[in-house]
């Protein structure tokens, strides 16, 4: 299966502590780079997502966002030391008592360090809580990757069917324009009232047949469609390597397109480079 660099998700994490929403995109590059924000108390996850991203993908610019929201009602609810308060309250009677004035005012008590607590968020449960939710994130990151490399794969391998086709059509049409380079030959040769033994005659036929002969260069985009085949059939991160096939589709259909000897191989050799481009706009995009 091959793989999109570009892709979206999104996955909601809820707990007792409150609730966080990640998001995973990304767009093409030449090798991987992730981007991480996320709130300052959850930066020691950062090592481990990007350990994560980088055992699971191989290429692309990817941008990885936390937005946490913490549950106000359970991180305000607060608890009362009684026996810190007692002794505080016990502290403060008998320095009345031996003052012989003042009076205990209860919120100064309650301000006393220690008496009121809220109790802290435990950061471990947090952060499990988490990161089961970044796994769930990836995965459907991953399987987005998947779907939209499949309908990658659909596009490449129409132009392929088309690039065999149009190959065929040029290799149907070389009998017949070899026959018309004879008789061009020897018309030329009669206006120009040359004449010429037959073995001299078969020499420049054969020279001519040698500068505009195409076989070796249908040969070989018909080898490159199936090793292309054969390179998305492997699946993987295979983006380069079908980048490097399009540079030689290129190759063979400039060759055809300077050995064109009339419009019917001019039209075919300009139709393969439409669809070599087209392939590799789609190609730019595969991890």
Not at 53 to 75: D, I, M, P, Q
Not at 109 to 124: F, K, R, S, T, Y
Request: with cysteine; aromatic share 6%; proline share 2%.
């Amino acid at each position: 299966m091959i793989h999109s660099m570009t892709a979206y998700a999104r996955r909601e994490v809820k707990g007792d502590w409150g609730s966080a929403v990640w998001e995973i995109r990304s767009v093409n590059q030449r090798y991987l780079e992730t981007y991480l924000r996320m709130p300052e108390q959850f930066r020691g996850l950062e090592p481990v997502l990007r350990e994560r991203f980088r055992k699971r993908l191989a290429r692309g610019k990817v941008e990885c966002n936390l937005r946490f929201e913490a549950n106000t009602a359970a991180s305000n609810e607060l608890s009362i030391n009684e026996e810190l308060a007692k002794q505080v309250i016990k502290a403060a009677q008998w320095v009345k008592d031996t003052a012989g004035e003042g009076n205990i005012n209860p919120f100064q008590v309650m301000n006393w360090p220690g008496v009121m607590e809220a109790p802290e968020q435990d950061l471990d449960a947090i952060n499990k809580d988490l990161l089961a939710g970044f796994e769930e994130a990836l995965n459907d990151f991953i399987a987005a990757r998947a779907s939209e490399g499949e309908n990658m794969k659909a596009l490449i391998v129409q132009r392929l069917d088309a690039i065999t086709e149009e190959a065929g059509k040029v290799r149907a049409q070389m009998p017949e324009v070899m026959a018309w380079q004879r008789e061009r030959l020897l018309s030329r040769f009669e206006e120009a009232k040359i004449e010429l033994d037959a073995s001299r005659v078969e020499q420049e036929l054969i020279l001519l047949a040698q500068k505009s002969d195409v076989a070796e260069e249908l040969d070989r985009l018909d080898s490159h469609v199936k090793e292309t085949q054969k390179i998305m059939k492997k699946g993987g991160a295979c983006g380069r390597r079908l980048d490097f096939m399009m540079q030689e589709f290129n190759r063979e259909s400039n060759t055809l397109a300077s050995k064109s000897i009339n419009t019917e191989i001019t039209a075919s050799a300009v139709e393969l480079k439409v669809l070599i481009e087209q392939m590799r706009e789609q190609i730019q995009n595969i991890e």
